[in-house]
């Protein structure tokens, strides 16, 4: 079992930029796949990012490609989202996920582990 929690969300104005961070702890951190997704108020959970175990692949949504990076740093069990040319769309809370034993995936059902988010807000 991995526990997942996120920070770095906050209050900024579109253009601006934002790295959110989630730190891991339990089982082997290389061990995940990790993921990105981001609800907005009465909307489903949509993917965002991912990367694979080794840090080598990653894989984005349409909306966010070539704005956003995903990377990580397995010494410190740390997944990052940087956000880069925000929008006002990209209002949401920014979950992060755990999937073990996949490679990258946009899929909401591979990941078994999830943090509790963290609110992003882009004003106009």
């Known amino acids: 079992q991995v526990q997942l929690v996120e920070s770095g969300g906050g209050l900024v104005q579109a253009g601006d930029s934002l790295r959110v961070s989630c730190a891991a702890s339990?089982?082997?951190?290389?061990?995940?796949?990790m993921g990105w997704f981001r609800q907005a108020p009465g909307k489903e959970r949509q993917f965002v990012a991912a990367?694979?175990?080794?840090?080598?692949?990653?894989q984005y949504a349409d909306s966010v490609k070539g704005r956003f990076t995903i990377s990580r740093d397995n010494a410190k069990n740390t997944v990052y989202l940087q956000m880069n040319s925000l929008k006002p769309e990209d209002t949401a809370v920014y979950y992060c996920?755990?999937?073990?034993?996949?490679?990258?995936?946009?899929?909401?059902?591979?990941?078994?582990?999830w943090g509790q988010g963290t609110q992003v807000t882009v004003s106009s």
């Open positions: 990367i694979n175990r080794a840090g080598a692949r990653t």
């Open positions: 339990g089982r082997t951190f290389s061990y995940y796949t």
């Open positions: 996920a755990a999937a073990p034993d996949v490679p990258v995936t946009p899929w909401v059902r591979d990941y078994d582990y």
